[in-house]
């Protein structure tokens, strides 16, 4: 490890990490296809290259640097901010640094910590908070939404937070240590399992299908619903999501299933299947 | 007028949660309370924002897809259901069809507009310029923001009359085909989030969770804390019967353990 430790060694602040943890929360602004997040990312370190770079070809480099291709879930960006400015920081002091690792990292780790958020911001806990306000949301009350926000956004804002501090002060080899053990799969599964569980409740409470087939068998009034709904309640909302998961497992184009939904609403209405 | 300026504003907030840190404001299980608030009628605006939320629930940018645009459906969708002083199946026969179109401006901007602007970003780094490079980051984000903004004012403002209109002209089988497709279309958001996180190891517990709710009645809350637990005991199992390790996880694990 060379660690040039002389006087004018530079040192990031805490304002310039204050300044990032702002920066990066406008991380999806200003997407497009060819590099997606790439302006937000070089955006955020600006505080970071001027105080750390004094030559102007050393600045030049690392804002084409953070204008590459870059896309992240934006909940885990502050962590991969917090490493790259301390991967920055050890360039600006080591003239033996090899600033290729630092866009490696970034390719490396925007992946699997995409896929952690995902399943964990907007599989799970966007789906908690918005199962927990369901009920106020139906009743028409305004604290439904608020209570949404909040259960949403205090976690949201809580790892933002924990993700700069953690991700500068160990820099590259606490990610790189944790993502080769098991514990990244053992969350991801057990957040899957929490996710899952409340998808399906969900399913059971908020899909409305119904079928007001009924008719008389010598004199008997039957009513397939109230069937159904003795033997296995639900059945037809659950019957449903299958069906449609299979056609997203098909790669059937989303206005495809939504205008096979609209038909299939109309039709069946009409014929007295469904209402 | 003014509604319509407040409308276009929601839209632009909407669009604008991705500069604040996608905090979920441009969900329409938000915005719908916003456009309540906005044309006087709150519970509505409530309930309305609830049905798109469920509908658009599985609909999330995810990698380089692009969904229909929720946040101008929602909002135009909550606006005319409002005004025209029908319910949920007005708001998702505007919505659905404004989302649509709207995703096609979206993908003007994400395919044309930003990455020739990012052109520029790129001559302002070569010239040692980071106001350059805040400039167009800025200036990018936020047109796309206002151009939505400007669309949902003029839509509200210009588009009153023929939405009265057509509402009028809607046949009731239609109306009553829709009600059901309302019914529906939430499914349709849940299957896309199963397909997100399901794995066959897993996927039994989306199955507990629907039969305790539909046979046992246990409301969501309750769900999080039985999942959580279960997760505690699932691990627990893992502690306390040595042979299970093997069965979930393979030999290979066991190794290097021990």
């Given at each position: 490890?060379?660690?040039?430790?002389?006087?004018?060694?530079?040192?990031?602040?805490?304002?310039?990490?204050?300044?990032?943890?702002?920066?990066?929360?406008?991380?999806?602004?200003?997407?497009?296809?060819?590099?997606?997040?790439?302006?937000?990312?070089?955006?955020?370190?600006?505080?970071?290259?001027?105080?750390?770079?004094?030559?102007?070809?050393?600045?030049?480099?690392?804002?084409?640097?953070?204008?590459?291709?870059?896309?992240?879930?934006?909940?885990?960006?502050?962590?991969?901010?917090?490493?790259?400015?301390?991967?920055?920081?050890?360039?600006?002091?080591?003239?033996?640094?090899?600033?290729?690792?630092?866009?490696?990292?970034?390719?490396?780790?925007?992946?699997?910590?995409?896929?952690?958020?995902?399943?964990?911001?907007?599989?799970?806990?966007?789906?908690?908070?918005?199962?927990?306000?369901?009920?106020?949301?139906?009743?028409?009350?305004?604290?439904?939404?608020?209570?949404?926000?909040?259960?949403?956004?205090?976690?949201?804002?809580?790892?933002?937070?924990?993700?700069?501090?953690?991700?500068?002060?160990?820099?590259?080899?606490?990610?790189?240590?944790?993502?080769?053990?098991?514990?990244?799969?053992?969350?991801?599964?057990?957040?899957?399992?929490?996710?899952?569980?409340?998808?399906?409740?969900?399913?059971?409470?908020?899909?409305?299908?119904?079928?007001?087939?009924?008719?008389?068998?010598?004199?008997?009034?039957?009513?397939?619903?109230?069937?159904?709904?003795?033997?296995?309640?639900?059945?037809?909302?659950?019957?449903?999501?299958?069906?449609?998961?299979?056609?997203?497992?098909?790669?059937?184009n989303v206005l495809l299933q939504i205008l096979i939904i609209m038909a299939?609403?109309?039709?069946?209405?009409?014929?007295?299947?469904?209402? | 007028?003014?509604?319509?300026?407040?409308?276009?504003?929601?839209?632009?907030?909407?669009?604008?949660?991705?500069?604040?840190?996608?905090?979920?404001?441009?969900?329409?299980?938000?915005?719908?309370?916003?456009?309540?608030?906005?044309?006087?009628?709150?519970?509505?605006?409530?309930?309305?924002?609830?049905?798109?939320?469920?509908i658009?629930?599985?609909m999330?940018?995810?990698?380089?897809?692009?969904?229909p645009?929720?946040?101008?459906?929602?909002?135009?969708?909550?606006?005319?259901?409002?005004?025209?002083?029908?319910?949920?199946?007005?708001?998702i026969?505007?919505?659905m069809?404004?989302a649509i179109?709207?995703?096609?401006?979206?993908?003007?901007?994400?395919?044309?507009?930003?990455?020739?602007?990012?052109?520029?970003?790129?001559?302002?780094?070569?010239?040692?310029?980071?106001?350059?490079?805040?400039?167009?980051?800025?200036?990018?984000?936020?047109?796309?923001?206002?151009?939505?903004?400007?669309?949902?004012?003029?839509?509200?403002?210009?588009?009153?009359?023929?939405?009265?209109?057509?509402?009028?002209?809607?046949?009731?089988?239609?109306?009553?085909?829709?009600?059901?497709a309302?019914?529906i279309l939430?499914?349709l958001?849940?299957?896309?989030?199963?397909?997100?996180?399901?794995?066959?190891?897993?996927?039994?517990?989306?199955?507990?969770?629907?039969?305790?709710?539909?046979?046992?009645?246990?409301?969501?809350?309750?769900?999080?804390?039985?999942?959580?637990?279960?997760?505690?005991?699932?691990?627990?199992?893992?502690?306390?019967?040595?042979?299970?390790?093997?069965?979930?996880?393979?030999?290979?694990?066991?190794?290097?353990?021990?």
């Amino acid at each position: 490890m060379m660690m040039t430790m002389n006087s004018d060694g530079k040192r990031l602040t805490k304002k310039e990490l204050t300044s990032g943890f702002w920066r990066t929360f406008s991380t999806s602004h200003a997407w497009h296809f060819e590099r997606q997040q790439h302006m937000a990312f070089a955006w955020s370190m600006i505080p970071v290259i001027k105080k750390l770079y004094d030559k102007k070809e050393d600045r030049v480099a690392a804002y084409e640097r953070h204008l590459e291709f870059y896309n992240c879930q934006t909940t885990m960006q502050p962590l991969i901010f917090g490493i790259t400015a301390a991967m920055e920081e050890e360039n600006a002091n080591n003239p033996e640094f090899d600033t290729s690792s630092i866009s490696a990292m970034k390719v490396a780790l925007m992946g699997p910590l995409a896929g952690i958020g995902d399943s964990l911001i907007a599989g799970t806990l966007r789906i908690i908070a918005t199962g927990i306000a369901a009920g106020l949301c139906l009743s028409g009350s305004l604290v439904g939404p608020l209570l949404f926000l909040l259960l949403y956004n205090t976690p949201n804002i809580v790892l933002r937070y924990f993700g700069i501090k953690y991700g500068y002060r160990f820099g590259n080899t606490l990610i790189t240590k944790i993502a080769g053990t098991d514990v990244m799969h053992k969350l991801t599964t057990a957040l899957g399992i929490v996710g899952l569980m409340v998808i399906g409740a969900m399913v059971a409470t908020t899909v409305s299908v119904t079928t007001p087939i009924a008719f008389d068998i010598s004199g008997t009034a039957f009513s397939l619903q109230e069937t159904l709904d003795s033997i296995f309640p639900r059945l037809l909302p659950l019957g449903t999501v299958g069906l449609l998961y299979w056609m997203n497992r098909k790669h059937v184009n989303v206005l495809l299933q939504i205008l096979i939904i609209m038909a299939a609403g109309i039709v069946l209405g009409a014929l007295g299947i469904l209402g | 007028m003014l509604q319509a300026l407040l409308i276009g504003l929601i839209v632009f907030m909407g669009k604008a949660d991705y500069f604040i840190g996608t905090a979920m404001v441009g969900r329409p299980l938000v915005l719908g309370p916003l456009v309540g608030i906005v044309l006087g009628d709150i519970p509505m605006g409530v309930k309305i924002g609830f049905e798109l939320e469920l509908i658009f629930m599985g609909m999330q940018a995810i990698g380089a897809s692009i969904p229909p645009d929720m946040i101008m459906g929602s909002a135009l969708g909550t606006a005319f259901a409002i005004t025209t002083g029908n319910g949920v199946e007005t708001a998702i026969t505007i919505a659905m069809p404004a989302a649509i179109l709207s995703a096609f401006v979206v993908n003007l901007f994400y395919g044309v507009i930003t990455p020739l602007m990012a052109r520029s970003a790129d001559k302002y780094a070569a010239a040692d310029n980071d106001k350059g490079i805040s400039l167009i980051f800025l200036s990018n984000g936020f047109l796309f923001d206002l151009t939505f903004g400007v669309i949902a004012f003029a839509a509200f403002l210009f588009g009153g009359d023929a939405v009265s209109a057509l509402v009028a002209a809607i046949p009731s089988w239609l109306t009553v085909g829709i009600s059901i497709a309302a019914g529906i279309l939430p499914a349709l958001g849940f299957a896309q989030l199963i397909s997100m996180i399901i794995s066959k190891n897993i996927a039994v517990f989306f199955f507990f969770g629907f039969l305790l709710s539909a046979y046992l009645g246990i409301s969501i809350v309750g769900i999080v804390c039985f999942s959580i637990v279960l997760v505690g005991i699932l691990l627990m199992a893992h502690e306390f019967i040595p042979s299970a390790k093997v069965t979930v996880e393979g030999g290979n694990d066991d190794d290097n353990e021990f």
